[in-house]
């Protein structure tokens, strides 16, 4: 069985300096703590520091400040070949010029294990990742999914104390994607490797993740588990960010142990979900997922046109124009043919118990 | 505070190792040269160089003969690609044509000089033997001819590479709007060849002014810089002349090889644009088939001339004047007096290929992979060994390595050139040979690694490999061919070369170029005949081996780059 590694990033900040000799933080005061054999997933935009963020853990880059401790040792200046840990790429980084074979068996090799125990462990890993008989092949006589595999028996053969991947779906296509990713979680388990995995895509974060870390412009937004993450958005960045959202300002008329009592547009909510920061007596915001919200053509809720509706099957989803807002409703109850229509006047409304409550 | 980053200790090794190469076999010698040429006596010998009139003449000499050596070289240069990327011919036809291009690479530039005095000289087989007419090659019509000849290969390589990389999607853009056949070729293809032939000719003329064994042996009465040079060491001792003077061929030298440099990375711009797709249509008019295939096939005939006179010169007493047969010029090479400069050269050639190839690669490693302040200054470093004239270097080597350098009684560096020199004076020829053979390698390398994703040795390093593990187990392999071809150049260049080595040979250590022009210049073309079939053999020999142990492109090179 693996040693699996606690994995601590104390403050850890990167700068970099750009080609005009600005300086910019890559990745801000970062603070995490990783259990053994947790699947962790930093997810975000484009830009926000996860591939820095990793590349710091794995060694490729050093923090500029801050401590990274695995299993009680700061690490952060050991080289990367010291760090008992193994980086799954998102161009797989399969060596081209060895066989599949020896690809895997490269970290064993530079262990300097005996051949028979390199040979075995290869060939269990191989079957591991659905690879038997593929030993001979050169990676490029192997398809996308085949080398992604191989790329990931290369790093769990060495038994790695950490297991990071960068990306490492998102040159598949959308079916491989997914079965690969389930594999990955499979194995994950399976050996109980604790692992850091970079993505923007959030379904991939969420499908995979034990807890999900959402970054944004170099810091940590939230970091907890996929459904919290999805129900309690930290702030409206988390809530933008993670599915669809309609965040809407609020006025916050008192909070209790049932939840908080809100005003919109004249009209009072009680019974709200909401963040601890939030205060009776001010303003806020409220996060509505698209499927906590209710329309139809009259009855209660407040007045709104229908900008465009778009009918998709299992639902139908629309665009209301509400004063300057646009607010997305997915509406699952709606009978064939009995949908709202483009121009039409509306009525809205949404489930106080899913909505969640944010400080302005 | 955090500790600095804590680099790999081989790498570390290797980076110093490195710069103190460059520094001290590079930088130092011409800091000496440049240190000596402005010393308050060096002043009235720049006086004398750049005012009196027969020293004006040397510079605008030396300038002409870079001229027309770069015109007829790149014109050269030019016709052979185009034959071969443009023009419908039989195919063997065009692998001869390409072959008998390669010839001279692996040959002494000047030993085309040799023969062709031998053929067309006062006493020519040619001019003389066959009409009579007493000839002379000497000065700047034989110096043109003998320097296009050994130097267009390289203009005709890039060029056949750049012509085979031109989209032929553009002229077929240019011919569906109408335009002819030679309007699109001068209107679209030419200003897209214009980067790599002003390249060329720019490398041309830096290769020509800075030639010495050409204008040593046919130069004749038009004495050029470098070889006024020569002189100045060689028949005065006078070394400050000679600084004085490498400092005036330095400028010219080096500051078009900077404008080189310059077109040439618009050139190889213009080679990755586009992803050729389609193949030419080669020109089948006969009106240009013709005479261009004729004027290719008649040089090619008169190089193949010129080498097989070689050849027949190894094995004649004296070709031209007595033609019987004798192996006593082989022997006299191979087992007789002139074997130690043989067997001397090829070990010496063979430690500096060795080393010039590991170093190229490792400073091209550096340079591409590595961050450390004064990065571009080790590359430009590496790069001065090929930009600077060779016979600068022999200067710099007399005036840093004669005498030991000594700091606070310790002696830093033994005497390496000259009587007494440490290991014969071995060490400073190797030293030189590495020189002028590392930019080779590591132009080729930096290409190379630049092709290579750096994933592929993070993978390596996350494994658990450190850099220089890596480095011998993963990118090595990878760039082998670049590692090849930097091998291959280092021993024909290092086997071939006498601008720098001339100056630095020592009485008991020989060198086969130098013997060869010792031999032409006492009248005994069969021994230097001789002396250049050997050498070329040797040469060929390496290459062959090299190739079957270093071995060709595995097949894996082509996927080294992931696709992303
Ligand atoms: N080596 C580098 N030099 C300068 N800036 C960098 C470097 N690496 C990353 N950055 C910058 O740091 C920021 C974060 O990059 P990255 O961690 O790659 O983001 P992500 O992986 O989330 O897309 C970006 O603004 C990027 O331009
Ligand atoms: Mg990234």
């Known amino acids: ?360 | 505070m955090l500790k600095r980053r804590a680099i790999d200790p081989t790498l570390a090794f290797g980076l110093i190792f490195a710069i103190l190469f460059v520094a001290i076999a590079i930088v130092y010698p011409l800091v000496r040269v440049l240190g000596t040429a402005f010393e308050p006596a060096a002043g009235p010998y720049f006086e004398r160089f750049l005012l009196r009139p027969t020293f004006q003449t040397i510079i605008g000499r030396t300038v002409v003969l870079g001229l027309t050596v770069g015109l007829a070289g790149t014109l050269l240069g030019f016709l052979w690609a185009f034959v071969q990327a443009r023009v419908a011919a039989p195919a063997w036809l065009k692998r001869v044509l390409h072959l008998i291009a390669l010839v001279p690479s692996v040959s002494p530039p000047f030993a085309v000089a040799i023969s062709m005095i031998v053929l067309f000289g006062r006493r020519g087989m040619i001019s003389y033997g066959l009409f009579g007419i007493e000839g002379n090659v000497y000065g700047l019509p034989g110096m043109t001819v003998v320097m296009a000849l050994s130097f267009f290969p390289v203009v005709y390589l890039t060029m056949v590479g750049l012509m085979r990389a031109l989209d032929p999607a553009m002229e077929e853009a240019s011919a569906n709007l109408g335009g002819s056949k030679v309007r699109t070729f001068l209107r679209v293809t030419m200003p897209m060849l214009l980067p790599g032939l002003a390249s060329s000719f720019l490398l041309l003329f830096v290769e020509a002014i800075a030639d010495l064994g050409n204008p040593l042996t046919i130069g004749g009465d038009y004495v050029v810089l470098s070889a006024r040079l020569f002189i100045a060491i060689s028949g005065e001792y006078d070394l400050l002349a000679a600084a004085v003077l490498a400092v005036i061929l330095i400028v010219p030298a080096l500051g078009v090889y900077l404008v080189q440099k310059y077109f040439a990375d618009r050139a190889s711009v213009v080679s990755v644009t586009g992803k050729p797709a389609g193949s030419v249509a080669l020109v089948t008019d006969w009106r240009v088939r013709w005479p261009l295939l004729a004027l290719n096939v008649f040089i090619a005939a008169f190089i193949a001339l010129v080498y097989v006179t070689m050849i027949a010169g190894a094995f004649t007493r004296l070709l031209g004047i007595d033609n019987s047969f004798t192996l006593n010029n082989f022997s006299y090479v191979l087992s007789g007096l002139g074997s130690e400069a043989m067997l001397d050269t090829t070990r010496l050639s063979a430690y500096s290929t060795v080393i010039a190839g590991f170093l190229g690669m490792l400073i091209a490693f550096l340079v591409v992979r590595m961050k450390f302040f004064g990065k571009g200054l080790l590359d430009f470093g590496t790069m001065l060994g090929i930009a600077v004239p060779g016979t600068i270097f022999g200067i710099g080597y007399l005036l840093a390595f004669n005498d030991p350098t000594r700091v606070a009684g310790f002696t830093l560096i033994p005497k390496l050139t000259g009587g007494q020199a440490l290991l014969a004076g071995e060490l400073a020829i190797i030293m030189v040979f590495i020189v002028r053979s590392t930019p080779a390698g590591l132009r080729a390398g930096v290409a190379a690694l630049q092709q290579i994703d750096p994933s592929l040795e993070e993978a390596s390093v996350s494994l658990g490999a450190n850099r220089a593990v890596t480095f011998g187990r993963i990118t090595l392999p990878l760039i082998r061919p670049a590692f090849l071809s930097g091998l291959v150049y280092a021993f024909a260049r290092s086997m071939t070369t006498i601008s720098a080595v001339i100056f630095l040979t020592t009485p008991e250590t020989k060198i086969m170029t130098q013997q060869i022009y010792a031999e032409t210049d006492a009248g005994r073309f069969g021994n230097a005949f001789a002396y250049i079939v050997i050498l070329i053999g040797i040469v060929l020999l390496v290459i062959a081996l090299l190739q079957t142990f270093i071995g060709l492109a595995t097949g894996a090179e082509r996927r080294v780059k992931s696709e992303n």
């Open chain 1, 1 to 360: 069985m693996t040693k699996a590694g606690t994995l601590i990033l104390e403050n850890v900040t990167k700068e970099f300096k750009t080609p005009e000799g600005r300086m910019v933080k890559a990745v801000d005061a970062a603070s995490l703590t990783i259990q053994p054999g947790e699947f962790l997933t930093l997810l975000g935009p484009s830009g926000c520091g996860k591939t820095t963020t990793l590349r710091m853990i794995a060694g490729f880059e050093f923090p500029s400040s801050g401590r990274i401790v695995l299993d009680g040792r700061d690490i952060a200046m050991v080289p990367p070949d010291k760090r008992e840990m193994a980086m799954v790429f998102q161009s797989y980084a399969l060596f081209p010029h060895l066989t599949v074979y020896e690809n895997v068996a490269y970290g064993l090799r530079i262990r300097r294990q005996s051949n028979e125990a390199i040979r075995q462990k290869v060939l269990s890993t191989l079957s591991m990742v659905g690879l038997e008989g593929k030993e001979r092949r050169r990676p490029s006589e192997l398809s996308g999914g085949q080398q992604q595999r191989v790329a990931l028996g290369r790093a769990m053969a060495i038994e790695p104390r950490v297991l990071l991947f960068d990306e490492p779906l998102s040159n598949l296509d959308a079916k491989l994607r997914v079965s690969l990713r389930s594999e990955i979680r499979r194995l994950q388990k399976q050996l109980g490797i604790t692992s850091v995995y970079v993505t923007h895509d959030q379904a991939e974060a969420m499908a995979l993740s034990d807890r999900i870390v959402v970054m944004n412009a170099g810091r940590i937004e939230q970091a907890d588990t996929p459904d919290a993450i999805y129900a309690r958005p930290a702030n409206r960045f988390v809530a933008d960010f993670i599915g669809r959202a309609n965040v809407l300002p609020v006025e916050v008329l008192g909070v209790g142990a049932g939840g908080a009592d809100v005003r919109l547009a004249g009209e009072t909510h009680t019974g709200l979900p909401c963040d601890p920061a939030v205060k009776a007596g001010g303003s806020a915001h409220i996060v509505v997922r698209p499927q906590a919200m209710q329309v139809g053509k009259g009855g209660a809720g407040l007045p709104a046109r229908v900008r465009s509706a778009t009918y998709l099957g299992n639902m139908v989803e629309y665009e209301l124009s509400w004063g300057e807002h646009t607010l997305i409703v997915e509406d699952y109850s709606v009978i064939p043919g009995g949908a709202l229509r483009e121009g039409e006047e509306a009525r809205w409304t949404f489930a106080p118990s899913r909505a969640y409550v944010l400080p302005a």
